[in-house]
């Protein structure tokens, strides 16, 4: 059976494209693969967080996850800062990446421009996450377009340390949506959704109340000509629309605008309000419940960790002995 990582920072809300984009996905493989999926923490302090801020993300985002369908008995859900042999192995392959590589790296070039300080571990965020997929030998590793160099700079690490000490490492693929999963601000369509790039009006929160989740859906931007047709350029509105309540239904554009052929913008906004608020409100309400047993949560992250350490020492042992590090006797 093929063995799954993922990573997904606990910092910022998490709004319906994180759960139409990964999330979603991330349940439906647990059925078939074996899966590790991390929240992870070390990663988001290569940027200020508030520590209390930090822990309660951290919280928050295990509850929604489990409340999302992940299941203890079926995969293992752990914080990255629980297993320190993700800091271990990053050490070692901080000796195998290059200034160069890192430095090509579009997401440190967005993310470190116009600041006044940029953190070495920032520059350093690559080779972390490298170390998170390669620590378990994962063999797919399901992430957004937007992680793609990030992926071929994991394979290009474990390769070049595969060629220089022998095998060590499985050298891992990315699994990356094809094109449709795009989901978009309600306000400003052109942009992708997102609590920090975006506006607050167009993100549909996954904590939001079913009210403000349909005020958010009924005042989304549109157009004035009335028809619900997807066309990226001239009605983007009406697309990202279409667009979620595709990915919703899980039914192609070209259905939903033979369904809504001839009928209003209203009606048509009113089913993607019930479409978002049906989708959402059972993960809410085993939200609330796991919310009100914050110990279980802590609980179920510590069997994760140990779960996820018992995969990760041997290959830390292996990489030690690989590099030549004395034995410990
Ligand atoms: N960088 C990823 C993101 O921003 C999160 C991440 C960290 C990750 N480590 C990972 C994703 C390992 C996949 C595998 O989305």
Redesign the pocket.
Known sequence: MARI?????PTGDKHIGNYLGAIRHWVTSQSDHECLY?I?DL?SITVTVEPTALRDATLSLATLLFAAGLDPKQSTLFA?SHVSEHMELAWYLNCTATMGELRRMTQFKDKSGGQESVSVGLFD?PV??AA??LLYQSDL????E??RQ?LELMRDIALRFNGRYGETFVVPQAQIPTAGARIVDLQEPTKKMSTTGGTEQGTLLLLDTPARLRKKVMSAVTDSDGIVRADAENKPGITGLLLLLSAIEDVPVQTLEARYDGRGYGDFKQDVADAVVTLLEPLQTRYAELAADPGEVVRLLNVGATSARSLAVPTVELVRERIGFAPRG
């Open positions: 990582f993922s990573g997904i920072q991390s992870v990663h990255q965020y972390l996450q998170d997929v590793v399901p992430v957004g937007d992680q990030h």
